[in-house]
């Protein structure tokens, strides 16, 4: 897996899509990686990952 389609233009729907795909490789079982990308990707990394573990961000 690698990479999101994402709009560069639409960052609420750029992450929606990051989100997305990461959700989906959790539960494929999967320990998502993020290695040097744009700042903006972390917040969606963020959330997928805590709500992996019931924790969730405001």
């Known amino acids: 897996m ?3 389609d ?3 233009t639409d960052i609420q729907g ?3 899509k990051i ?3 990461l959700r ?3 539960q494929a079982g999967a ?3 993020t290695i040097g990308e ?3 990707v972390n917040i969606p990394f963020i959330d997928s990952m805590s709500h ?3 924790i969730q961000m405001p």
Do not use: D, N, V, Y
């Open 6 to 8: 994402i709009i560069h």
């Open 31 to 33: 320990l998502p990686l």
């Open 14 to 16: 750029s992450c929606r």
């Open 19 to 21: 989100a997305t795909s």
């Open 38 to 40: 744009e700042h903006s």
């Open 24 to 26: 989906a490789a959790l």
């Open 2 to 4: 690698s990479g999101a």
């Open 52 to 54: 992996k573990r019931g």
